[in-house]
């Protein structure tokens, strides 16, 4: 897996395509997160985008907020209008920095905020939920309605967080000119360490006694409450981690594409997240990754070739994962496997 995103898809893909690429693995990191807490954690979340747009829009707004205050025509922007406010706000006609925007000046509070918040607030959020034993379907719906309520609040905010429009226009990040040449090959080879990062640290908890207990929560949640386990930690736990993982996608992906947008939180994004896990396989981290190249890689595709019926195409790949692959490329690549095997 390492060989093929290091070594293969940069020797193979020119600036473009490898643009692209690192953008499919940004949106890995939601899926690697879905495989935990879907196949292992039994935990059907469709509201993922929601911590994917959080780690997007808190790096957009640090970003913004040094272009204001590096960009030439940013300062003659601000100097004109006699406010060192990002260009949208003052497009907005908002006169004073929001002082919930301020802490983002700080590249360390941006980190710090990053690694932190989302996660802190799928535990939070999470637990008091699981706490109730609310979970199956009723928590899919609320994770549904979570997604299409923060999507609406970022539109409707718009001069604060800008709107349907996003944030865009990035122009440096801790000085590193994003606009140069080797950018969107450094910019890949960090989403690529990362992503791998969070696949190993997904096979540490898989792997661990307390991987075994969540897996025992989804198989007999009453028996592991009996047994004596506070269940709703375990499971908020699970999901504070892949809700950071998300954090971390949203973050490379600003980075990379230079827009942190609504559509990014919103329900389609989230169901596609689910699509992703499936199709790898939802017990196989790697698979996760490969799932997510696979789609884009036919959006990419059916785009270019078909522009009209294109979304179609995708339909019916959906479809057919369904019903000839419900244990994704994963579980055929085994099936094959032990084919080979027995032979």
Same mark, same amino acid.
């Given at each position: 897996?390492?060989?093929?995103?290091?070594?293969?898809?940069?020797?193979?893909?020119?600036?473009?395509?490898? !643009?692209?690429?690192?953008?499919?693995?940004? $949106?890995?990191?939601? &899926?690697?997160?879905?495989? @935990? *807490?879907? /196949?292992?954690? #039994?935990?059907?979340?469709?509201?993922?985008?929601?911590?994917?747009?959080?780690?997007?829009?808190?790096?957009?707004?640090?970003?913004?907020?040094?272009?204001?205050?590096?960009?030439?025509?940013?300062?003659?922007?601000?100097?004109?209008?006699?406010?060192?406010?990002?260009?949208?706000?003052?497009?907005?006609?908002?006169?004073?920095?929001?002082?919930?925007?301020?802490?983002?000046?700080?590249?360390?509070?941006?980190?710090?905020?990053?690694?932190?918040?989302?996660?802190?607030?799928?535990?939070?959020?999470?637990?008091?939920?699981?706490?109730?034993?609310?979970? !199956?379907?009723?928590?899919?719906?609320?994770? $549904?309605?979570?997604? &299409?309520?923060?999507?609406? @609040? *970022?539109? /409707?905010?718009? #001069?604060?967080?800008?709107?349907?429009?996003?944030?865009?226009?990035?122009?440096?990040?801790?000085?590193?000119?994003?606009?140069?040449?080797?950018?969107?090959?450094?910019?890949?080879?960090?989403?690529?360490?990362?992503?791998?990062?969070?696949?190993?640290?997904?096979r540490f908890i898989v792997h661990s006694r307390l991987g075994r207990v969540v897996v025992a929560i989804r198989d007999r949640e009453d028996r592991v409450r009996f047994s004596g386990y506070d269940t709703a930690l375990f499971k908020a736990f699970v999901f504070a981690v892949a809700a950071l993982f998300s954090a971390i996608g949203g973050v490379m992906f600003t980075l990379q594409v230079g827009l942190a947008s609504p559509s990014l939180v919103g329900i389609i994004p989230s169901t596609e997240i689910v699509i992703y896990a499936a199709l790898g396989g939802r017990l196989s981290l790697v698979g996760a990754i490969y799932g997510t190249l696979l789609i884009g890689a036919a959006k990419t595709y059916f785009s270019e070739n078909f522009v009209s019926v294109w979304q179609y195409f995708i339909g019916v790949l959906f479809m057919v994962v369904v019903l000839f692959l419900p244990s994704g490329l994963a579980g055929l690549l085994q099936r094959l496997g032990g084919r080979k095997e027995a032979r």
């Open positions: 897996m390492a060989l093929l995103l290091l070594v293969v898809l940069p020797l193979c893909l020119g600036d473009f395509r490898l !643009g692209l690429a690192g953008k499919y693995l940004s $949106l890995a990191f939601c &899926a690697v997160g879905m495989v @935990l *807490i879907w /196949g292992y954690g #039994g935990i059907l979340s469709l509201g993922q985008g929601v911590f994917f747009g959080l780690g997007s829009y808190m790096t957009a707004m640090f970003l913004k907020l040094e272009a204001a205050a590096n960009d030439p025509a940013a300062s003659a922007l601000a100097s004109f209008y006699g406010s060192s406010l990002p260009d949208f706000m003052i497009w907005n006609s908002v006169e004073a920095l929001p002082w919930w925007w301020r802490p983002f000046e700080s590249a360390t509070f941006t980190l710090l905020a990053i690694l932190t918040i989302p996660a802190l607030l799928a535990f939070g959020f999470s637990y008091a939920y699981f706490k109730k034993r609310v979970g !199956g379907v009723y928590f899919s719906i609320i994770t $549904l309605s979570l997604s &299409a309520i923060m999507a609406l @609040l *970022i539109i /409707g905010q718009q #001069g604060y967080t800008g709107g349907v429009n996003g944030l865009t226009d990035f122009k440096t990040a801790l000085g590193f000119d994003l606009q140069a040449p080797s950018a969107p090959w450094m910019l890949y080879l960090a989403t690529v360490l990362l992503l791998l990062g969070c696949v190993l640290a997904g």
